[in-house]
């Protein structure tokens, strides 16, 4: 039962193989299907891991993997479509290499840096954003989705800089870095 999480966030890497596939494919209804099959199953494997106390070694490196990577691949699909441009896809791409790099560093120092509610609230909106996209590429309506993408970046960024505070200001203490 331990290893459920797991193989959920295991089923969310290979959602990203079929989410670019039906993409190439100009089957943008299915995608939504498949990104939200992806969320959906994000939401259950971290209830679980958490209720049940199933969390692993392997399932600290799958989960954000998983989450990383079907981000990154909607984000290169929308703008190999011209849905959004060059810069939310740099953005993104930078502030997670950056944050990977810099918790690995921390990693290696024993400290764990936890996601916050900056961070929620980010993926939150780029749900959102995302959600509204299929819905102006699907059925051409509301064509304001790029007002979430900004507001998805702009918590992001300062997610970004509240984890750096969060790691100056408690540094090595427990080696925990709760939100």
Same mark, same amino acid.
């Given at each position: 039962? +331990?290893?459920?999480? %797991?193989? #959920?966030?295991?089923?969310? *890497?290979?959602?990203?193989?079929?989410?670019?596939?039906?993409?190439? %494919? @100009?089957? =943008? $209804?299915?995608?939504? !299907?498949?990104? /939200?099959?992806a969320f959906?199953?994000?939401?259950?494997?971290?209830?679980?891991?958490? +209720?049940? %106390?199933?969390?692993?070694?392997?399932?600290?490196?799958?989960?954000?993997? $998983?989450? @990383? /990577?079907?981000?990154? $691949?909607?984000?290169?699909?929308?703008?190999?479509?011209?849905? &959004?441009? /060059? =810069?939310? *896809? /740099?953005?993104?791409?930078? +502030?997670?290499?950056?944050?990977?790099?810099?918790?690995?560093?921390?990693?290696?120092?024993?400290?764990?840096? =936890? !996601?916050?509610?900056?961070g929620?609230? !980010?993926?939150?909106?780029?749900?959102? !954003?995302?959600?509204?996209?299929?819905?102006?590429? &699907?059925?051409g309506? #509301?064509?304001?989705?790029?007002?979430?993408?900004? #507001?998805?970046?702009?918590?992001?960024?300062?997610?970004?800089?509240?984890?750096?505070?969060?790691? *100056?200001? +408690?540094?090595?203490? %427990?080696?925990?870095?709760?939100g």
């Open positions: 039962m +331990k290893q459920i999480p %797991n193989i #959920l966030s295991t089923f969310r *890497l290979i959602l990203v193989g079929v989410f670019v596939y039906l993409f190439i %494919n @100009k089957q =943008y $209804a299915w995608c939504l !299907a498949v990104y /939200l099959t959906a199953t994000d939401i259950l494997d971290g209830y679980l891991a958490r +209720k049940h %106390n199933w969390i692993t070694n392997a399932g600290k490196v799958l989960d954000p993997l $998983a989450d @990383k /990577l079907m981000l990154f $691949a909607v984000l290169c699909c929308f703008y190999s479509i011209r849905e &959004i441009p /060059l =810069y939310v *896809l /740099l953005v993104v791409f930078i +502030k997670d290499f950056v944050m990977i790099v810099i918790g690995s560093i921390l990693y290696s120092k024993k400290i764990v840096v =936890y !996601a916050d509610w900056f929620k609230i !980010a993926t939150g909106l780029f749900f959102l !954003a995302i959600i509204l996209t299929f819905i102006h590429i &699907i059925w309506a #509301l064509g304001f989705h790029l007002y979430f993408y900004w #507001l998805a970046m702009a918590v992001a960024v300062v997610s970004f800089f509240h984890y750096g505070i969060k790691t *100056l200001i +408690k540094k090595q203490g %427990n080696g925990r870095i709760d």
